[in-house]
């Protein structure tokens, strides 16, 4: 499924007709009913009219689950393509681009997000990202999206340590955040799962890793 948020400018670039005979598309024009539908449907992909600061207020939506954002513009500036792409967009598209590349570059970012989200397990716990569940011997934990998202990082980069800059980056891209925010997050996923076989262990000045409990607490 397919979100586009759009002003009446940036209807005219995205070719709706092509996209429909490929995508289901729900249609915003409202932040807030915008951000209500991220609460209640997992889209695959998210297009967006030229405006960074919406990239950007997406991404730290707490209920935005990490799809690919294209950026659409009526043309194709190097300099506006750059800038989207460092805040944060996966891809740019423009009106003197075919339609069929728009259709391409959705696919294929979706595939790939669809890719690197599906089912992680390690243990007795796994995570099923796309319906942002995570489980524990089989029973739903309760976790925030951003707890769900370092969970998700360290289960894929296991036994690797996950940097505190990658972490930044994959969690918060395009933004500050403070140390105490991080140490918060680690602490609550630990408190969530003393019964894991496998637990957070800080590595200190560099990052976290998993690393397997000596004994696990009953």
């Known amino acids: 499924m397919l979100a586009c948020y ?3 400018h940036s209807i005219s670039v995205i070719p709706f007709d092509e996209l429909r005979s490929h995508f289901k598309i729900d249609f915003f024009h409202d932040s807030i009913v915008f951000k209500d539908a991220l609460k209640e449907k997992r889209y695959s992909a998210i297009l967006i009219n030229s405006d960074i600061n919406l990239l950007k207020a997406i991404q730290a939506e707490s209920y935005y689950n990490g799809c690919p954002i294209i950026v659409t513009a009526s043309e194709e500036r190097e300099a506006y393509k750059l800038r989207a792409l460092k805040a944060g967009a996966y891809d740019f598209y423009s009106s003197n681009m075919k339609p069929y590349e728009l259709v391409l570059k959705l696919k294929n970012n ?5 890719r690197m989200n599906s089912a992680l397990k390690l243990g ?7 319906e942002l569940t995570t489980y524990l011997n089989d029973r ?4 925030t999206l951003i707890e769900m998202k370092i969970l998700r990082l360290l289960l894929r980069n296991f ?7 990658e972490l930044v980056n994959d969690i918060w891209p395009s933004q500050s955040v403070l140390p105490k925010s991080i140490n918060t997050h680690i602490y609550n ?3 969530k799962f003393k019964e894991w076989e496998f637990e957070v262990q800080t590595i200190h ?3 976290f890793t998993l ?3 000596c004994q696990v607490k009953t």
Do not use: H, M, Q, Y
Not at 110 to 114: A, L, Q, S
Not at 124 to 130: C, H, K, P, T
């Open 159 to 165: 036994p690797k340590k996950v940097t505190k800059e």
């Open 124 to 130: 007795s716990v796994s995570i099923a990202f796309s």
């Open 205 to 207: 000045t560099e990052g």
């Open 6 to 8: 759009c002003d009446e």
């Open 189 to 191: 996923i630990r408190t």
């Open 211 to 213: 690393s397997e409990r």
């Open 110 to 114: 979706k595939k790939n997000f669809v």
């Open 140 to 143: 739903p934990v309760d976790l």
